[in-house]
Structures are given as C-alpha cells and as structure tokens.
C-alpha cells in the first residue's frame, strides 16, 4: 500500500464507521437503560433506509428535499421505536432476563414482511447526494457524501454526550443505567423515561440508515447483516458507553477497510488472502479485545442489577408418569402416524437437545450463549467430516462427534468463563463466527460454502423409522443425562453460583472450574444434537453453525420457558412444528410466526411451560381455597 | 326389492368407487417445488409467476397422460437442513411425484443428494453451481440454468478480443463468486498467454465495503476488471466506482449483471458498455418468446424477469418429461429426462445424456443507459451448447455412478 491508497482506505473506514455508530450508540443507549437485547435495532435501521427512499422520491432529489427526508425518516423510526416499546415491551419488563428478546425477535420477523408487502423484493437503489459531488484527494477521487459523514459521527458523539451530561433527562438515563430500581424509588417515572430512551434509540438506528441512503441500496437483508455489527461494536465500546461505541465503530471500519485495501500478501511464501477476514472481522476484534479488556474498550464493570423479576424458582422434575406417558406416545408413533410425523419429530428431537444443552448453560448454569450453535455445527461437520474425509464407519463417527465438538467447548469455554453477562455470550459468539468462518473458506477440507454432502446413515439405520428411533433413543439420552447432572451435587454447585457467585465461592466452590466444566459437558450434547441431525439429512451447510442456528436455540428456550426444565423440549418442538406448518399455508409466514410469537410472550410471560405452571398453580390454590371455606 | 345382498353389492361400489377415484383419471399430477423464497425474492417471485403461467398453459391444453398437473411449492428457508424436510414432506405426505426447485447452491447440492439416495428425479431450476451437475452429479439430477461455468465461458471471446494485460478481480465470497473467478482465470489465460491478475477482492455476500473495494481494485491498475457481483452488493460497487472514476478507461465484465433483477433497480447508474450476461427480455422477437412474453404480460401486468423464464421452463421441462416417460416410474422418468429436448422461451434446450444439464444459453451484451434506464445492447444468443467443457473433461469430472 503507498501512502495515498492508506490515507484514502482510512477515510474509507471512517466513512463505513459513522452509520454504524449511530446504529450502535441507540442499541447500547436501550440497553443500558431497559437492559434489553434489541432484537429488532436492525430492523429499525432497514426501515430508515426504506423510509428515506420514499420520502425521497416524494420530495425531490434536492438538498432541500434529500435532508428533509433524512430527519424525517428518522423521526418516523423513532415513533415506530415508541410503539415497540409501549405495545409490547412495556407489558413484559418483570418477566425473566433475556425474555424480551424473543419479543424483538418477533418484531424483526414482522416488520422484514411489512417491508416486503409495503415495498417490494426489489433493491431500491437511491439517489446521490444531491448538491454534493467529489473532492479529489492525493489523486484520487472521494465523495463529498463520505467527508460529510465522517463528521456526522462525532457531532452525534457530542451530541448525545451534551444530551446525557447536561440535561436532566441525561442525568436520568444515566442513573437509571446504573440503577433503575433506585431511580424508581426515587419517584421518577420509568415508563415514561423508557419510551424516550426507546424513542432516541431508534431515532439514532433509523438515521444511521437514512443516512446510507446514497450509499446503500435499500434491501430486506439489511435488519439482519448490520444487527449483528452493531451488537459487536456496541460490546467491543462497553455497555452503555457511547464513547466506546464511537471508538469501536471507527476500529472495526478502519480494520475493515485495510483488510480490503491491503489484499493478497505473501508472507514467506505463505499467501495470505486479508480480503477474505472482512468476513469475520469484526469478531475477530471483539474477541480479542473481550479477552483482554473483560467489559469492552471503555466500559465498566456492570453495577450489580437488582433483578426486577422474582428470582428463578427451584426446578422440578418431571414426574415419572408424565416421562413414561410421553415416551410411550413417542414409540408408537411411527405405527399410528403418516412417514412425515417421523421426519418432522426426529427434526424436532435434534433441536429438543439442541435447546435443553443451550438451556443447561444460561438457565440453572446462568451463562448466556448467543453462539450455541458453534458447538452443534462443528458436531455435526465432526460426524460428516469423520464419515468422509476420514472413512470411519457411520457408527463410530457417530459417537466420535460429541468429543470433537466437546474438545471446542474445552478452547472455547476457558476464555468465556472468565466473562459474565452479556460480555459472556458475546465471546460465544465470536468464537462462533470464527468458527463459521473458517469452516466457511476451508474448501478443500469443510467443502467451504456448499457443506459436506453424502453424509448418510449406515444402510441397517438408514430407514426412517430405524434412524427416528435411533435419533429418540440418543437426544432422549442426553437429555436424561442433562437433566440429571442438575439434580448431581455438580448441578447444585453450578446454580448456587449463578444465584450468588460470592457466596459459592465462600464455600469452597470453585466456580470457574465447575463452568468451564458446564460447558464442555453442553459442547459435546450439543455435538452429539448436531451429528444425529448431520445423519438425518445427508447433508451439512456452514448454516449448522450461523447465527440464525445460535438464535433458533435461543427462541425455542425463551419460548418454552428458561425457568422450567420440559420448557425447552416444548419450545423445540412448537417452534419447529409452527414454523413448518406455517411456512406451508400461507405467503407471509415470517410476520405470521411474529405475531404467533408475541401473542405468546404478551399471554405467558414465562414461557410456555412457565406459564400453564403458574395457571395450573393459581387454579390449585383457588380450590384448596374454596376446600377451606 | 332390495335385498340385504344388492345393498351390500351397492355399499361395496360406491367404497370402491370413492377409493379409486381420486386415483384414476381426475387426480392431477403431483410436482413437488421447493424454493427459498423469502430469502431471495427478487428472484423468485418472478419465478413463481413463471411456473404458475406454465402450469396454467399445460392444464387448459389437457394437462399430461390425460391428467391436469399442480404445483405443490414449499419455502425452504435458504437451509439446506429445512430444504431436505419439506423435500420430504412433498414426496411423502404431499405425493409428488418428483423434485424440482432450488436457488443457492448449498441447498441445491443438499437436495440433489437427497433425491439421491431417495431414488427420486430431481430438476434443479435455478442453482448455478458447476458441481450439481460434474463433482457432485448424480443420475437423479438434472440443471436447467445455464451454469457459473457456461456464462463465464460466454464472457471469454469478447474479453480475449479486447487483449488486456492487467485483470482485477472481484467476487462474492462464496461457492458461486468463487467457481465464476476459478472459471475465468482458466480459460483467459488458456486463450491469451501471458495475461496477468493483478489483485483479488473476496467480499462477504450482501456486506461489501464498496468504497474500500473500488480503491484498492484502482491501486493495482488493472486494464480490465472481471466482477461476479450481483444485487446489493452490485449497486454499491457500481455507485462507488462511478462516482470516484475508477472505471475511467477500464473495460468491466460482469457475470449476471443484465438480468432484468440485477439491472432494473439501478436505473440511471447503469453502468455504460459493461460486458454483461443477461435478459434483454424487450428486445428479443423469437416466436417462442413473444408467445411467453404476450402470455405472461396479459396474466401479470408486469413484464418476465429471467426468474420468469426459469420457473416457467421447469415446469415445461418436467412436463416434457411426463410425456416422453409415459409414467410416474422413476426409471422412466430419469430414461425420459436424459437427453430429452424441450421448448423454452430461450428455444429449444436438450438435457444432456452426459452430464445432465440443460443446454440453456444466455444473452451476452454491453450495458447502456436511456431514459435513466439500463437496457443490454450489442446483445447476442449464446447457445448453452457451444460454451461446455468437452466430453472427456466432463467424465474425468463426474464421478462414474
């Protein structure tokens, strides 16, 4: 690289970095106020894009009318942020943590199809900056637009920093940020002070959208691809701090841009491909800075939160009847049902132990992981590759694959246990992105993007009633397994540390080591959730191990219940029937799963299962009640 | 009177009456289709109007084997995993007959060798993966589109006459982006010794730094930039390279980038005299065209997309098979579908026996602009025929059985 192309990809970076502060600085605002994991804060952005393109196009591509349409789109997200906030939000803040996002979640899938019914599958592409054309720099030409965005970031940057420090909603939102139960008692109104938090939260995502306007076209992808962005700069910042969230924006922009600009090296003979890292880039920054600043460039350690929520009730097994009632049912459904039951139950046995091993960890163990699916992935590409690359028998890679992806949680878990909260399932899911990306570029060895196919069962398995059997037989194993250790002295030692850390260790606990040990135990379950689906579809995609696997787990926990054991295997199994049978009658299925889903979180706020627990214990006490009278 | 015994008798076939109708001459044919719909619906809403038109036009000329036809069509979730369920949710609770579908390449590649070791035959409609039909091929499966290797191939003449020293290269970074780079770097430099590629841009799919890209490809000086981009990552990288002037004196080939989906949204920003693989949909005067076009116009109101010109000829092309089979035998079918030639409105297309895939070709041109519209102009029909690998290429590729 010459000086000028290094200058000119540093401002290139600059340039990338502005809307993504924006977009990060109103995620990190409502986190730190409402403690919500905004879900939908990319789609707030999608709909400032796709705003700004109408206005546009209704008030003329002048200044006048390009700048115009800009704030108004903005404003118009706010509002949207506002009935987020007040028609669904509002209603569940004491449920239990993490609960909200599955409300979020439901809100992207929503507005991702009003989207698509309003404007269209087309990509909008937008106009220039009207007014503003090029400057020329060392040679080389740069638009104006991207100067004038550059200096955007830091006007918003002081901005919103006058806006928090001197003024006394600023005041307010920083001390509920700190302590919002304290800034309750004090005899502030949150409800108020959260809907305006909301409100310049999404006023911020939907400028940094309207701002791409001349640079972006506006497209239905776009909710998903910048949430997970900004959700790493927002943690590679610290929560809560819009400085960090500036300064992340610009380091992960920058390191983007010379990624690009410094292309194919070759170092001692080696080829290096640095264009390939912006695939992964972002994650790569953030683990390493998670690993050697625990809360973040700027942030600090999280105040300990009084929890709005009752603390999580003891767990109750499941009794004996229900289990042997269930299983029966389970074994004669290949006899009494059509061959499609079986498909879609062994489906459903996967993910079932999928989510129990997701439930294990950020239930009893308290450890969020918004990247469970590295370990289900790298199960299922062990059971494949096993099978493939190394010719062991079916059978043997079977079994083999759960201590592959087991030997992973080993590497992965010792970095992440040193964490706690959301810094915590961050570094879960940089680890796997990371993951993602190498299996998604290892060509020779992963079959890169197209996945590994021909993975399939011996022929004594291969019969759909043999491998659904074979598929109960060893989820319902490991979910036995799991649901024992819990009630072992280890699973007793794990939740006193999540309900008080200090004290565990007071009594000799040591915490550290029995987590670590938490989560080699759910990488392999999970390991072995993801080779039994590996067999049952012949094939493999690095999609095993995307997000959307990660948040799939995530859905089927919050929806079933976190706080109850069966919770999970009901979530699998709901979520997975309704979308299959959704998806099926009718074109706009996703806003039909949405609007299913926040029927759900509005009706029970504990989950499925949480929730006709706690009707079935109102309807018991109302008749001891009435026995007594 | 009516005795017990005639009652009986009468009970008896009207049972037997209910349960053999469905079976008998009225039940249509069942085609299972499978697509990712919400994951890629500029291209595939088009599509499913296409096949909806060709369903339509089967049935009111009798259907096939004196049965009508319907299209039972799943969304696959762009997920290999989900694709394989609902592909057999159509075989076996649905009753189709056959697979047809499909649009990445991963879920592509997933379905072929599903319908593999389910015996079943397999029309994949839209994938453009070069594996579907050589590394990965199997008997069950047959292509339609024209592939990543057959347009790259179309490219070549008019990139070898143009004689420039210094390519660029930039691709999405996944199995297509990468086949259409491998592709190109062969064949150029088999023509035209000596050529050299100055530098390599693998962007993540939907996310690329375009301001980024467009400087660092201007920093090595290329003559010529070979491009696989396509939708938003296409318009990002056209806006930011014309605006900055880095395709000043440089020739631009770009795969895909004249199909009605990619071209269309960028309207005034199309880029002047790339080389492009596409649709020039308006243009053409076939009679098997205009007969689409006038169909399709009159139903919709909207004019075909090449998603249009793909889901339509699917269908034909499994009708076709149908017919020549005589039967739903799978055998039959797969003897049926190998080598048959089919009509599509791009003209007659023949299955190969040798590898599977269609002989579709596509139109090659130069992008223009008019009335802040892009159109292909210059454009020419390449037959799908004449940009194959030869035969004995193909066998060392395809695995024997």
């Known amino acids: 690289m010459t000086f000028a192309s290094i200058i000119i990809q540093l401002l290139n970076g600059l340039a990338a970095a502005a809307s993504l502060f924006l977009v990060s600085a ?35 591509r002048t200044p006048m009318g390009f700048w115009t349409s800009v704030v108004l789109a903005a404003l118009a997200v706010g509002l949207v942020g506002v009935l987020i906030e007040v028609l669904i939000l509002r209603r569940i803040y004491k449920a239990p943590e993490l609960f909200q996002l599955l409300a979020t979640f439901a809100v992207v899938l ?163 491909v640095f264009s390939k890292l912006t695939l992964v880039v972002e994650f790569l920054i953030m683990a390493i800075v998670l690993v050697v600043r625990p809360f973040g460039l700027l942030g600090k350690p999280q105040a300990a939160q009084r929890i709005a929520a009752d603390p999580a009730p003891p767990l109750t097994v499941p009794s004996w009847t229900f289990v042997l009632i269930g299983l029966a049912l389970l074994l004669v459904v290949p006899i009494a049902t059509d061959r499609y039951v079986t498909i879609l139950l062994t489906d459903i046995f996967c993910f079932a132990l999928f989510a129990v091993s997701l439930h294990f960890i950020m239930g009893p163990a308290g450890m969020v992981s918004f990247g469970h699916a590295a370990y289900f992935g790298l199960g299922a590409y062990a059971a494949g590759l096993l099978l493939k690359r190394a010719g062991l028998p079916m059978e043997m890679a079977l079994v083999l694959a759960p201590l592959v992806a087991g030997a992973f949680a080993v590497v992965y878990g010792w970095f992440c246990v040193r964490l706690s909260g959301v810094y915590l399932a961050m570094l879960t899911l940089a680890f796997a992105q990371i993951s993602w990306s190498i299996v998604f570029q290892w060509d020779s060895f992963t079959g890169g993007s197209n996945g590994v196919f021909g993975v399939w069962p011996s022929a004594w398995l291969a019969g759909k009633t043999t491998y659904y059997y074979l598929a109960l037989a060893f989820c319902g194993a490991g979910i036995a397994l799991l649901w024992r250790v819990l009630f072992s002295p280890f699973g007793y030692a794990l939740r006193a540390g999540r309900d008080s850390a200090l004290r565990a260790e007071a009594i000799g606990i040591d915490l550290r080591a029995y987590q670590w040990m938490a989560f080699v135990l759910v990488g392999a379950l999970a390991g072995l959730a993801g080779a039994v689906y590996a067999f049952s579809k012949g094939s493999i995609s690095p999609s095993t191990i995307s997000i959307a696997q990660s948040t799939d787990g995530l859905i089927m926990v919050l929806l079933g219940g976190v706080e109850t054991l069966t919770g999970p295997l009901a979530g699998a199994a709901i979520f997975t029937w309704l979308r299959d049978e959704v998806a099926r009658r009718t074109e706009f299925w996703r806003a039909v799963m949405g609007l299913v889903i926040l029927a759900i979180v509005l009706l029970f706020p504990q989950g499925l299962v949480g929730g006709l627990k706690a009707l079935t214990q109102r309807w018991r006490e109302a008749r001891s009640w009435e026995k007594t009278v | 009177m009516l005795t017990r015994n005639t009652f009986l008798a009468g009970a008896a076939a009207l049972v037997a009456l209910s349960v053999v109708a469905p079976a008998g001459a009225q039940a249509p044919i069942k085609i299972g289709e499978l697509n990712s719909y919400k994951v890629f619906p500029a291209f595939l809403e088009p599509y499913k109007k296409g096949f909806e038109l060709a369903v339509e036009e089967v049935n009111a000329a009798g259907g096939v084997l004196g049965r009508k036809i319907e299209v039972v069509s799943r969304d696959d979730n762009g997920n290999p995993g989900d694709a394989v369920r609902v592909a057999e949710e159509l075989l076996s609770r649905e009753g189709a007959s056959f697979l ?302």
Request: with cysteine; hydrophobic share 45%; glycine share 10%.
């Open chain 1, 26 to 60: 109103g995620l990190s605002l409502i986190f730190g106020v409402t403690r919500i994991v905004n879900f939908a804060h990319g789609s707030l952005y999608m709909l400032g894009l796709y705003g700004a393109y109408s206005l546009i196009q209704a008030l003329g």
């Open chain 1, 110 to 272: 929503v507005i991702k199809d009003i989207a698509l019914f309003v404007w269209g599958a087309e990509d909008l592409v937008g106009p220039r900056a009207p007014g503003l054309s090029t400057v020329e720099i060392l040679g080389r030409r740069i638009p104006t637009y991207d100067l004038l965005l550059i200096a955007i970031g830091p006007m918003v940057l002081l901005a919103m920093w006058l806006l928090l420090t001197r003024t006394r909603w600023g005041a307010l939102v920083r001390a509920a940020t700190q302590d919002r139960e304290m800034v309750g008692a004090l005899g502030v109104d949150q409800a108020k002070l959260f809907t305006s938090v909301f409100f310049v939260g999404a006023v911020l995502a939907g400028l940094g959208g309207a701002l791409q306007i001349p640079r972006e076209p506006a497209n239905l992808e776009l909710d998903l691809s910048v949430i997970a962005d900004a959700f790493v700069v927002t943690v590679v910042g610290g929560l809560g701090s819009i400085g960090g969230a500036f300064l992340a924006a610009v380091l992960i922009g920058v390191a983007k841009a010379f990624c690009i600009g410094i292309g194919t090296v070759n170092w001692f003979g080696a080829e290096i």
């Open chain 2, 100 to 401: 047809v579908g499909t649009f990445p390449s991963n879920v592509g590649l997933a379905v072929a060798d599903f319908a593999k070791q389910r015996k079943v035959l397999f029309i994949a409609a839209e994938p453009l993966t070069d594996k579907i039909v050589w590394d990965q091929g199997n008997a069950y499966t047959f292509r339609l589109r024209t592939s990543t290797y057959m347009q790259t191939a179309m490219l070549i003449p008019d990139a070898v006459k143009l004689n420039k020293k210094r390519w660029a290269i930039v691709y999405p970074n996944y199995e297509y982006g990468q086949s259409a780079t491998a592709a190109f770097k062969k064949l150029l430099s088999a023509k035209q010794p000596g050529v050299e590629f100055v530098t390599e841009q693998a962007t993540p799919l939907g996310k690329i730094d375009a301001g980024a890209v467009v400087q660092a490809l201007a920093d090595a000086k290329p003559d010529a930039i070979f491009s696989s981009l396509f939708g938003p990552d296409l318009a990002k990288f056209v806006r930011e390279g014309q605006q900055r002037g880095v395709f000043k004196g440089v020739e631009v080939f770009n795969l895909l980038a004249g199909e009605p989906e990619y071209l269309d949204p960028l309207k005034e920003e199309t880029p002047d005299g790339w080389y492009v693989t596409g649709y020039p949909w308006s243009e053409l005067k076939t009679p098997e065209h205009t007969k689409f076009l006038d169909a399709y116009q009159a139903k919709y109101k909207d004019y075909p997309r090449l998603g249009s010109v793909v889901g339509y000829a699917t269908i034909m092309s499994a009708v076709a098979i149908i017919k020549k089979a005589g039967s739903l035998d799978q055998d039959k079918l797969i003897a049926a579908a190998s080598g048959i030639t089919v009509l599509t409105p791009f003209g007659m297309v023949e299955y190969r026996p040798i590898d599977h895939q269609s002989t579709m070709g596509a139109y090659v041109g130069k992008l223009g602009v008019k009335d802040g519209k892009g159109y292909m102009k210059e454009w020419r029909f390449v037959d799908g025929k004449d940009v194959l690998p030869s035969d004995a290429e193909i066998k060392e590729m395809r695995p024997a059985k």
